[in-house]
């Protein structure tokens, strides 16, 4: 047999060739050093946020030009604080965007600190609380507002892109200062802060980051204080996954994003370890005063009430209900608060049931809502008298009669009994004084209130005596009320027999039907949401019957709300009015039912 040898060259070139083959492949196989993302093709232009805002105008528009803007993600929701929306900024660290998607979990596809392109040609853009958001498409509000709608998750993957890379930490991409002012200013808007030496106030210290009360408001509004007592509001959402961790205590550097809703400030979280404890302690005003004041309430007035003053009270209980307060000389209601009331002793829960019992409570002046309280912790900060004897009763309420009554009778924090007749304005009810001084009747909680009181205060001339504390709000006088029973009804007006407050009836829009939808008739309706003609609505399943969800000043009602009452699927438990809107131009008749505020809005 004959053999072909290769010559020598032949053999160098065939080895040269498979090395450089190998070498290829193997090129070909290792991943980019700096672990970038190879994106789609894109044959636009990267442009500057400032480019891409400028297009944003009040109303919402579709951006046109093939451009797109890159930054690093600022929020994240995997703690629940945010929800189906992501906050970029600019690697310059002085502009900020929102990108509204119709996905929860989204941390997963844009971590914080992830370096994204976000294409624009076909999204809608709006100026919205003060910054520019992005989306797909248009959303209209029940009440006919527009915005940016949130897009899907198929137009998302075409138009936002995680580029990979290494991420960016809070650190890096932080603006940090040590004064609030100096951070909270419209050009960060939208933007990642750190605030450094911030403290929250003292009676706020040891509650849950959102109190369950509060679930109506969709979450808890916290204040936060630097040395200076610049001050910023800090919101949980009733969502957040660290909704039940306590609010710290101590100088704190905090790190997370600059909002505004409407014309008030946010400032939110992604994460509870985003509050970082610098140190154990502070000295400035709203902190913890190691000079624990004694305050006499017989002698004390609404001004010795210092929010976050740690003190010892001394007077007596007024109990009414389940609650305990002290009353200072000038009227003003201090209850008595713990957080630990299951470890408090028997005695002692017996002795808060006893009215005019005196007592020394040891504690922080706080407020919950509008309510003043003096915070306490434990047993041993109650020191009861040795007797029940009332040196020093609670202040006597006097009646004022209106039609003898000046302006010189109107004190501040005074707790009185008004006389009057009603003289309605608008939506609004006053008692006038003798010399035209106008009192608003006021309560915070208005929803509670009967139907009939309703009815009653909408009567001009209707006589009533109301129980309630004189006080201001801006340059209006009002005497706020706490519930029906402060107000009582004279005869004058032929009402012997009012009537009791409407009944609710529960209805489940799995059972309902057209028969069950009565004007004025008042429910609490189960059922699903079903978005159409771009309005929330609850159908009937039974025979298809709509049931158009409406309220007054939607558009003012807080964006997390809004977006869940316009989530196609969402379960909703709606208690509300059954009313009927006509359409004279397009002679339609549309079921509606109306609810008063987010407090008659549950999502189980």
Same mark, same amino acid.
């Given at each position: 047999?004959?053999l ?8 160098a070139?065939?080895?040269l060739?498979?090395?450089t083959?190998c070498v290829?492949?193997?090129d070909?196989?290792?991943p980019?050093?700096?672990g970038?993302?190879?994106l789609?093709?894109f044959?636009g ?7 891409a805002t400028?297009?944003?105008t009040?109303?919402?528009?579709t951006?046109?030009?093939?451009e797109a803007?890159e ?5 994240s ?6 929800y189906q929306?992501?906050?970029i900024?600019?690697e ?5 965007v929102t990108?509204a998607?119709?996905k ?6 844009f971590p914080l ?16 609380n003060g ?8 959303f ?6 527009t915005?940016?709608g ?5 137009i998302a993957?075409?138009h936002l892109?995680d580029?990979g890379g %290494?991420?960016k930490?809070? *650190?890096e991409l932080a603006? #940090? ?6 951070? /909270? +200013?419209e050009a960060n ?15 706020d210290?040891?509650?849950e ?6 679930d109506?408001r969709?979450?808890t509004d916290?204040?936060?204080?630097d040395?200076?007592g610049?001050?910023i509001p800090?919101r949980?959402s009733r969502?957040?996954?660290f ?12 790190t ?11 400032f939110?979280i992604s ?5 970082v404890v ?5 000295s400035t005003?709203t902190?913890?005063?190691?000079t %624990?004041?004694?305050?006499? *309430?017989?002698t004390?007035? #609404?001004a010795?009430f210092?929010e976050?003053? /740690? +003190? ?7 109990v009414?209900?389940t ?8 009227g ?9 009331f299951k470890?408090?002793s ?12 005196e007592v020394?409570?040891t504690g ?11 915070s306490?912790?434990?047993d041993?900060?109650l020191?009861?008298?040795a ?9 006597t309420v006097?009646t ?5 009554a000046?302006a010189?009778?109107f004190?501040e924090?005074?707790?009185?009994k ?5 003289t309605?304005e608008?939506?609004k009810?006053?008692i006038v004084?003798s010399?035209?001084t106008k009192?608003q009747?006021?309560i915070k909680n208005?929803k ?5 009181s309703?009815d009653?205060?909408k009567?001009?001339g209707k006589e009533v005596t109301v129980t309630g504390?004189f006080?201001?709000?801006?340059n ?5 009320y706490?519930q029906?029973s402060?107000?009582v009804?004279?005869a004058s ?6 009537q009791?407050p409407?009944t ?7 059972t309902?039907t057209?028969?069950d939808?009565?004007l ?5 309706l189960?059922?699903t949401i079903?978005?159409i003609?771009?309005?929330s609505?609850?159908v ?6 709509e049931?158009?969800l ?16 316009s ?6 438990i709606?208690?509300?009015t059954?009313?009927e ?6 002679g ?6 109306k609810?008063?505020?987010?407090d008659d809005?549950?999502?189980?």
């Amino acid at each position: 047999m004959k053999l072909n040898l290769l010559k020598p060259t032949a053999i160098a070139l065939l080895s040269l060739f498979a090395i450089t083959s190998c070498v290829k492949d193997d090129d070909y196989e290792i991943p980019n050093p700096n672990g970038e993302k190879p994106l789609p093709p894109f044959s636009g232009k990267v442009v500057t946020f400032d480019v891409a805002t400028a297009q944003a105008t009040n109303t919402v528009v579709t951006y046109g030009a093939d451009e797109a803007i890159e930054g690093y993600v600022i929020s994240s929701d995997e703690a629940g604080n945010f929800y189906q929306k992501i906050y970029i900024q600019n690697e310059d660290k002085t502009k900020g965007v929102t990108v509204a998607i119709n996905k929860t979990g989204l941390y997963t596809d844009f971590p914080l600190g992830a370096k994204v392109q976000l294409r624009l040609k076909g999204l809608t853009s709006q100026i919205n609380n003060g910054g520019v958001d992005f989306g797909s498409g248009i959303f209209q509000a029940n009440n006919g507002r527009t915005s940016v709608g949130r897009m899907s998750e198929a137009i998302a993957k075409n138009h936002l892109f995680d580029k990979g890379g %290494v991420r960016k930490t809070l *650190a890096e991409l932080a603006k #940090a200062d040590a004064s609030i002012n100096t951070l /909270k +200013v419209e050009a960060n808007v939208n933007q990642l802060i750190t605030l450094k030496g911030v403290h929250f106030k003292t009676a706020d210290v040891g509650k849950e980051m959102h109190q369950k009360t509060n679930d109506a408001r969709q979450g808890t509004d916290y204040t936060l204080t630097d040395a200076q007592g610049n001050t910023i509001p800090f919101r949980t959402s009733r969502y957040a996954k660290f909704k039940d961790e306590k609010v710290p205590a101590g100088t704190l550097d905090i790190t997370g994003v600059l909002t505004k809703f409407g014309q008030n400030w946010q400032f939110m979280i992604s994460n509870y370890a985003d509050i970082v404890v610098v140190s154990g302690g502070t000295s400035t005003g709203t902190q913890t005063n190691t000079t %624990v004041e004694t305050i006499e *309430a017989s002698t004390a007035t #609404a001004a010795s009430f210092v929010e976050g003053k /740690k +003190v010892k009270l001394h007077g007596n209980l007024t109990v009414e209900g389940t609650k305990a307060y002290i009353l200072f000389s000038d009227g003003t209601k201090i209850q008595l608060y713990t957080r630990n009331f299951k470890n408090i002793s028997n005695e002692n829960k017996t002795n808060l049931k006893e009215n005019g019992k005196e007592v020394t409570v040891t504690g922080t002046f706080g407020k919950f809502n509008d309510t003043l309280q003096i915070s306490y912790e434990q047993d041993s900060d109650l020191v009861w008298g040795a007797s029940n004897n009332n040196p020093n009763p609670p202040a006597t309420v006097e009646t004022v009669e209106a039609s003898t009554a000046t302006a010189a009778s109107f004190v501040e924090g005074k707790k009185v009994k008004l006389h009057g007749n009603l003289t309605v304005e608008g939506t609004k009810s006053y008692i006038v004084f003798s010399d035209g001084t106008k009192i608003q009747l006021y309560i915070k909680n208005f929803k509670n209130l009967s139907k009939e009181s309703k009815d009653n205060l909408k009567i001009n001339g209707k006589e009533v005596t109301v129980t309630g504390t004189f006080g201001k709000f801006n340059n209006t006088l009002q005497i706020a009320y706490e519930q029906d029973s402060d107000l009582v009804w004279g005869a004058s007006n032929n009402n012997p027999n009012p009537q009791p407050p409407a009944t609710v009836t529960e209805l489940d829009a799995s059972t309902a039907t057209a028969a069950d939808f009565q004007l004025n008739k008042v429910v609490k309706l189960t059922g699903t949401i079903k978005i159409i003609n771009n309005r929330s609505t609850i159908v009937f399943t039974t025979d298809n019957t709509e049931i158009q969800l409406t309220t007054k000043g939607y558009g003012s009602l807080p964006d997390d709300f809004k977006t869940k009452i316009s989530t196609e699927g969402k379960k909703v438990i709606v208690k509300g009015t059954f009313i009927e809107f006509k359409d004279k131009k397009k002679g339609t008749v549309t079921k509606q039912l109306k609810y008063d505020s987010i407090d008659d809005v549950q999502f189980p």
